[in-house]
């Protein structure tokens, strides 16, 4: 799924935080427990460098616990990375970041002065939120849509943590294209920038092969189809959405299904592993050189012609 964001805005993102990451002893990457991969930004890797990093999987409440522990594992595999499953609707498991923090920048020289954190996070992966239960506190939120210009923050958090909220605004992974389906399924890309029915075709394709239990206890169907459009018209005719002519409305159904999953009445489900989106990723890299291999070709054949014609 195609979405656009505005490269003058990405580029000014990219300086300021390249500019403060300097001064950052660990970044805080927040990230949406179901789509750990999708929810990241793909400047930070990058410019975080080797600074230590926290990768915060917010929102475990709606992720399937086992998925969760794969990316926890997967995640750590990388030297200077911590990955912590939260959930705001659990403050104390919030808490846990602060002595994790601390263990990370050990061997930063930062017993005589203050620990310098930056937190980071698309839109609606629930950094707000954090920041408030971090801080006690209300804070306000501003310049989350692109182009808007953000205030510094700096909230301590304790007696030796700072906390920064990053400057600019982060935008999701365009790439591959199966990313921009679970954004938009989730709730990370604003309803007006895609056709529900595209995002439910996806979705019940990926829940029937996955979570066919899931489909079952929430919407009595026996058995759950494995096919997209099979799976939407069952859940279409057990909930009642139904048009003229007593036939499936599409619209309807799709709307229900992806609001039911983003509020959990689905139960925990997660979007993705490490394993999908390693294949995910390679097929998207093989689209990408058999595209770039047609234009050469075009291209040459374009210059072939008009030299023959000169
Ligand atoms: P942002 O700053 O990253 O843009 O996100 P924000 O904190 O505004 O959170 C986005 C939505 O996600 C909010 O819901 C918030 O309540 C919800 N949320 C945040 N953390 C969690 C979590 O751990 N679990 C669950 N289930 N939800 C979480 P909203 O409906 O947009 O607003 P509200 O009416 O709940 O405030």
């Known amino acids: 799924m195609a979405i656009n964001w505005?490269?003058?805005?990405?580029?000014?993102?990219?300086?300021?935080?390249?500019?403060?990451?300097?001064?950052?002893?660990?970044?805080?990457?927040?990230?949406?427990?179901?789509?750990?991969?999708?929810?990241?930004?793909?400047?930070v890797p990058n410019l975080r460098g080797t600074t230590p990093c926290i990768k915060l999987l917010n929102k475990a409440d709606l992720a399937d616990p086992e998925i969760t522990s794969v990316w926890v594992r997967h995640m750590e595999k990388e030297q200077g990375v911590k990955a912590?499953?939260?959930?705001?609707r659990q403050p104390a498991q919030i808490r846990q970041l602060l002595?994790?923090?601390r263990e990370l920048v050990a061997d930063r020289n930062t017993e005589a002065r203050n620990i310098q954190a930056m937190i980071m996070g698309i839109p609606n992966v629930g950094k707000s939120t954090l920041i408030n239960l971090l801080s006690g506190r209300k804070i306000a939120k501003t310049g989350?849509?692109?182009?808007?210009?953000?205030?510094?923050?700096?909230?301590r958090l304790d007696e030796r943590i700072v906390l920064t909220d990053t400057p600019g605004f982060l935008w999701p992974k365009l790439t591959p294209p199966?990313?921009?389906?679970?954004?938009?399924?989730?709730?990370?890309?604003?309803?007006?920038?895609?056709?529900?029915?595209?995002?439910?075709?996806?979705?019940?394709?990926?829940?029937g092969k996955r979570y066919p239990q899931a489909v079952q206890g929430r919407y009595g169907i026996d058995p759950v189809p494995d096919e997209d459009v099979a799976l939407l018209e069952a859940v279409g005719r057990a909930r009642a959405c139904l048009g003229r002519g007593?036939?499936?409305?599409?619209?309807?159904?799709?709307?229900?299904?992806?609001?039911?999953?983003?509020s959990g009445l689905l139960g925990p489900i997660s979007l993705e592993t490490p394993d999908m989106i390693e294949k995910e990723v390679a097929d998207a890299q093989r689209a990408a050189e058999i595209k770039a291999q047609q234009k050469a070709e075009r291209d040459a054949a374009r210059r072939a012609r008009?030299?023959?014609n000169r």
């Open 306 to 308: 008009a030299r023959k």
């Open 6 to 43: 505005f490269p003058g805005h990405m580029h000014k993102a990219r300086k300021d935080i390249a500019r403060i990451m300097s001064e950052v002893d660990v970044v805080i990457e927040v990230l949406d427990a179901r789509i750990p991969y999708s929810s990241e930004n793909p400047l």
């Open 178 to 207: 199966e990313c921009g389906y679970r954004l938009a399924a989730t709730g990370a890309i604003k309803d007006t920038a895609f056709a529900y029915d595209d995002v439910a075709m996806f979705l019940a394709g990926y829940l």
């Open 99 to 101: 002595p994790m923090c």
């Open 144 to 155: 989350d849509e692109a182009g808007v210009t953000k205030a510094q923050q700096r909230i």
């Open 246 to 262: 007593g036939h499936v409305d599409f619209d309807k159904v799709s709307a229900l299904l992806v609001n039911e999953l983003r």
């Open 84 to 88: 912590l499953p939260v959930s705001a």
